[in-house]
């Protein structure tokens, strides 16, 4: 087979084996390598054919996680297919293979291997052009595209499965939802307590004095209950009756009345 036959039969196989085999260790941990951040940017900027930024999130994902086989995989066939740089996608493909050491691609891979340290060799000493080399080239380009087209349809083929495993998993259990709690009512306004008087007595408040806006007076050095009524306009018996229990021979400095409207 000659240099450029095996090069396009590398560079496709290396999808082939991707679909079919691909490195699979113990379950979680492949998984886990796919889900890192820098991983599915990486794999999405491929989507969009931004190559160079796919390199960038790989090699980021790399930091996280530098034992990361799949990246090693992407860096490797980045550099092998879309930047021509041979030397980077041998050193991405042998890391992929020291580190995923039951793949089943890994024939394919060294095939590609060698096919990139062939390439250093051309990029140093570059094939003579001749009609029949030309005719080769054309050939090639022929098997290229019924190539991609098969390996298209593979790609799609993988996309669906793991799109419908996706969703299973996802699927939402049928369990019934548990009912939703059931709303707070608000206290009614008679429940509604004064403030803590400084004896330390909470006194509640007259359901007249919940009509209107509640007042309160901190009793002061001095005050009887007869100046504090006669100070806010009010008799002395409704000022008894905002306050429940409230003993007016017996007030203390720092005690709070309620104070109803007049």
Known sequence: MSFGNRLLFGVFAVWIGIALSGCLPSGQNQSDEEKEPHF????????????QGAIQAFEESLEV??????????????Y???ESDPAAAIYHYQQY?????????????KQRIESCKQQLAADVLPLPSTPVA??????LIEQNRQ??????????YYASQLTAKNQSAAAPSHAPAPPPANPVSPPPAQNVSAPVSGSGEIHPVHPTATRATLRTHTVAAGETAVRIARRYGISLDALLAANAGLEPKRMRVGQVLNIPAP
């Open 40 to 51: 599915v940017l990486g794999k999405s900027r491929i989507n969009a054919m931004d190559y």
């Open 80 to 82: 092998d297919e879309k």
């Open 134 to 139: 030309q005719n080769q080239i054309n050939q």
């Open 147 to 156: 190539m991609q087209d098969e390996v298209s349809r593979w790609r799609a």
């Open 97 to 109: 293979l020291k580190l995923c050491v039951n793949a089943g691609n890994a024939e394919v891979i």
């Open 65 to 78: 996680n530098p034992r990361s086989s799949a990246a090693h995989f992407e860096l490797g066939w980045l």
